[in-house]
Antibody, heavy 122, light 111 residues
Framework: EVQVLESGGGLVQPGGSLRLSCAASGFTFSTYAMSWVRQAPGKGLEWVSVISGNGGSTYYADSVKGRFTISRDNSKNMVYLQMNSLRAEDTAVYFC???????????????WGQGTQVIVSS | QSVLTQPPSVSGAPGQRVTISCTGGSSNIEAGYDVHWYQHLPGTAPKLLIYGNSNRPSGVPDRFSGSKSGTSASLAITALQAEDEADYYCESYDSSLSGWVFGGGTRLTVL
């Protein structure tokens, strides 16, 4: 059974940093891309970032480019999202997801975690 | 303002059929990129309903179906059940943004 579990959320001041973690199990981790999607309060889903199975390719939404960094440790079946220079508008529930699909433009979010809450406020 | 446009809400009585539209543009749906659909009950993990325009993952009832034509896609739900009440999102790849875009979401109410 595929499982995805996020952790690391919390309250952080504007301009601060936070690192989210995502533990995955139930599949050959290094074979699949992994992504982060967020949902701000009262808003819809927003794609944030994706990393390829071997970690060699990463992609970011314009809203987080230059501030967020996605990475993975295939020896631990973990994905991370390092969030720097946080803003109030980054306040959201952050979901980690296992990708499906054969290649980049056909990737989709196949299995999702329950999310971790990030609040950026002074 | 989402790149993909969905109606904010739809409703239907138990047993009825509803459809949710998703309209995009020349850099996403019209460009030929696949459309995917997700079901989300607030406070829970979103669930993949349809991938690759019309494919259902195992375990998703055949009451859910997807289609795509031109600049738009649709999710149809037949034989509505109370448990279908949720938010539904379409998603596609966008070449001008070099990333994925979601629709604004549609709240389905089962009357």
């Amino acid at each position: 059974e595929v499982q995805v579990l996020e952790s690391g959320g919390g309250l952080v001041q504007p301009g601060g940093s936070l690192r989210l973690s995502c533990a995955a199990s139930g599949f050959t981790f290094s074979t699949y891309a992994m992504s982060w999607v967020r949902q701000a309060p009262g808003k819809g889903l927003e794609w944030v970032s994706v990393i390829s199975g071997n970690g060699g390719s990463t992609y970011y939404a314009d809203s987080v480019k230059g501030r967020f960094t996605i990475s993975r440790d295939n020896s631990k079946n973990m994905v991370y999202l390092q969030m720097n220079s946080l803003r109030a508008e980054d306040t959201a529930v952050y979901f980690c997801a296992k990708e499906g699909g054969p290649h980049l433009s056909k990737w989709y979010r196949q299995y999702w975690g329950q999310g971790t809450q990030v609040i950026v406020s002074s | 303002q989402s790149v993909l446009t969905q109606p904010p809400s739809v409703s239907g009585a138990p047993g009825q059929r509803v459809t949710i539209s998703c309209t995009g543009g020349s850099s996403n749906i019209e460009a030929g990129y696949d459309v995917h659909w997700y079901q989300h009950l607030p406070g829970t993990a979103p669930k993949l309903l349809i991938y690759g325009n019309s494919n259902r993952p195992s375990g998703v009832p055949d009451r859910f179906s997807g289609s795509k034509s031109g600049t738009s896609a649709s999710l149809a739900i037949t034989a509505l059940q109370a448990e279908d009440e949720a938010d539904y999102y379409c998603e596609s790849y966008d070449s001008s943004l070099s990333g994925w875009v979601f629709g604004g979401g549609t709240r389905l109410t089962v009357l």
